[in-house]
């Protein structure tokens, strides 16, 4: 079975400054799909950003950027230029891109993200 | 759009009750999930359906059934609540041929006293 690890319980960062969050992953499979979610305190999970296994690239949206390492099975996130607005809780999830496990998102127990002004 | 609804927002039960967790989209997606989230863990997958009238069991199924007679909704039943089943619950879908983005609801936090 598939297993998500988020070593960070909580993480805080300066307004305009950057900051990485840690996951690692467990699995045998070797195409598979990775996300970062945000939960906000409106309770609503957003995605932030995934990654395809066969992609080497890492993939960005705006201020957001992974660190895709798949030989160490590790997907950090980098948000740069932290805004207020990037408090949350943030979830690393697992989804296998074979046809029936592909359903089941596997997440970690999350990072409570503080930014401070 | 309305994109992933779900009602109620908050319910609190009495144990031994029972209840459905309503959830609908309005994207025309084939795939829709139930998950649960209790305080310190992730999302855990109790149901999901692949299309209507197919359905199957996540990580936590015990206690809950579903059925899928629509395209649009899944609804959720609690059978007869137990104080282990309070919880915060999301309801997401997603297209069968979109690789990765799933849609989450708002979710509903329900209390079994």
């Known amino acids: 079975a598939q297993t998500v690890t988020q070593s960070q319980p909580e993480m805080s960062v300066q307004e305009a400054e950057t900051v990485t969050l840690s996951c690692t992953y467990d699995?045998?499979?070797?195409?598979?799909?990775l996300f970062w979610y945000k939960q906000p305190p409106s309770r609503q999970m957003i995605l932030v950003i995934r990654?395809?296994?066969?992609?080497?690239q890492n993939a960005t949206e705006n201020r957001f950027s992974v660190n895709f390492q798949k030989a160490a099975k590790s997907f950090s996130l980098k948000i740069s230029d932290s805004q207020l607005g990037d408090a949350a809780m943030y979830f690393c999830?697992?989804?296998?891109?074979?046809?029936?496990?592909?359903?089941?998102?596997?997440f970690g127990k999350g990072t409570k993200l503080t930014v401070n002004p | 759009n309305a994109g992933v609804t779900q009602t109620p927002k908050f319910q609190v039960l009495k144990t031994g009750q029972s209840m459905t967790l309503q959830c609908a989209q309005d994207?025309?997606?084939?795939?829709m999930s139930w998950y649960r989230q209790d305080p310190g863990m992730g999302l855990r997958l109790i149901h999901y359906?692949?299309?209507?009238?197919?359905?199957d069991q996540g990580e936590v199924p015990n206690g809950y059934n579903v059925s899928r007679s629509t395209t649009e909704d899944f609804p959720l039943r609690l059978l007869s609540a137990a104080p282990s089943q309070t919880s915060v619950y999301f309801c997401?879908?997603?297209?069968?041929?979109?690789?990765?983005?799933?849609?989450f609801g708002p979710g509903t936090r329900l209390t079994v006293t």
């Open positions: 994207m025309n997606h084939e795939y």
């Open positions: 990654q395809e296994a066969y992609k080497q």
């Open positions: 997401a879908s997603r297209r069968a041929t979109t690789s990765y983005e799933q849609y």
């Open positions: 699995t045998s499979e070797s195409d598979y799909y």
């Open positions: 359906s692949v299309g209507a009238g197919i359905t």
């Open positions: 999830a697992y989804r296998s891109a074979f046809q029936g496990g592909s359903e089941k998102l596997v």
